[in-house]
């Protein structure tokens, strides 16, 4: 019977660091989210978006969308000096678990116009990621552009969205999900 003892202790071991972030994992970019499982759906999202970020049709995005000043978004990007892969790495993204726009399900994540916080949905976002990864990584491309100071309403959320799809994922038409996340 002292077996037992052995396996459940080893098994609760297991259970810890499954839900214990990882700091090699998530290295590369500011992630800041409790459970290992969601924040490795975030850092392969996250790959994904700076992978597409490389491609010269993907960065036209950032000149399809302006500030509220009218200026393209690329020119606020220059004027910090960063590529849009580094403004992706700038950002810090905070777990928003149990937060008030987290609290819908269709909202994966979610920050301000010029904020550089972004707060991910983290359970919707890493179940969502899990069946279209694709769909995730526009997510938060769509998010870094608010961080450049793009606002919503208009232009509605799901069309940023789209956008991005089309820009950055000519392979795919639109946004996966029944409901486009904010």
Known sequence: MAWWGAAAALGALLVNLAETPVADEVREFDVRIHR?????AVQRALAGAVDRLADGECQQILTDFHDAEGRPLSERLGALGRSPQQQLKAIIFHDGFGTGQCRRRSVWASTWPGGQVVFVCSPQFAEQAAHEPFDA????????????????????????TNDVIRRCYPERTRFSAERAPR
């Open 137 to 160: 990584e526009a997510v938060l491309i769509h998010e870094m552009l608010h961080t450049l100071g793009l606002r919503e309403n208009p232009p509605a959320p799901g069309d940023i």
């Open 36 to 40: 290992a499982y969601d924040a490795r």
